[in-house]
């Protein structure tokens, strides 16, 4: 158990619809890193917030957003969904950014239909 | 643009044995980490091991060393007394600011 908890663990939802994935990160990490796992993009980077600002952006369609909140924890939020966005979706922390070891939660997976 | 490769898809070794999986990288960074994570079937991201490039010592964590070539930018990683528990997806990523990560190699673990 790496201390870093996702909900829901499967969702499964229709094409045009909005999702909201939450994360919490380990006690005491200040930084959340969300990742998409897909069978043809592989694990991609998607975007980073720490201590509640975003720090750094990567594949992340404009049809995504993300927040920190004050206690931490993250929200994924995916609107518009195509076919194309089902995966399986990660959350990481660190206690800081810049190289530091990255945990895991167990990821939420989303099928879109 | 920072990317990694994993040019073994998948390996097979036996109970015992030792197996070295490779990985290769390219940075623009001159400050950069390097990590091997893990993914069995239950699709769970583990932290197997992390190097500082600026060490020159190779990590090692148990049964699990790299050898750490920074002129080459090659990045592997070899688990001794390999055990069925270590039959898994073995993803090879660097690191600026987030994990860049490669394809992955499926290691399968024979009695």
């Known amino acids: 158990d790496s201390g870093v908890t996702q909900t829901p663990k499967h969702l499964i939802t229709a094409t045009g619809q909005r999702v909201t994935l939450r994360c919490s990160p380990r006690s005491g990490d200040l930084s959340v890193y969300w990742y998409q796992q897909s069978l043809d993009q592989g694990l991609q980077f998607l975007i980073q917030y720490y201590n509640g600002e975003e720090r750094a952006k990567g594949n992340i369609l404009e049809r995504f957003s993300a927040q920190q909140f004050p206690d931490l924890h993250s929200e994924l939020n995916l609107s518009s969904l195509e076919l194309g966005d089902s995966a399986l979706y990660f959350c990481?922390?660190?206690?800081?950014?810049?190289?530091?070891?990255?945990?895991f939660g167990p990821g939420t997976r989303l099928t879109v239909l | 643009a920072q990317t990694v490769t994993q040019s073994q898809p998948e390996m097979s070794v036996q109970e015992a044995e030792t197996v070295t999986l490779s990985c290769t990288y390219d940075t623009s960074e001159s400050d950069y980490y390097l990590f091997w994570y893990k993914q069995p079937p239950s699709r769970q991201m583990i932290l197997v091991i992390r190097?500082?490039?600026?060490?020159?010592q190779n990590a090692t964590e148990n049964r699990f060393s790299v050898n750490f070539q920074k002129a080459a930018k090659s990045f592997s990683l070899k688990i001794s007394d390999s055990q069925l528990g270590d039959a898994a997806m073995y993803f090879c990523?660097?690191?600026?600011?987030?994990?860049?990560f490669g394809k992955g190699t499926s290691l399968l673990v024979t009695p």
């Open positions: 190097q500082e490039a600026y060490k020159q």
């Open positions: 990523a660097n690191s600026g600011y987030a994990l860049n």
């Open positions: 990481a922390s660190s206690v800081g950014g810049g190289g530091r070891a990255q945990f």
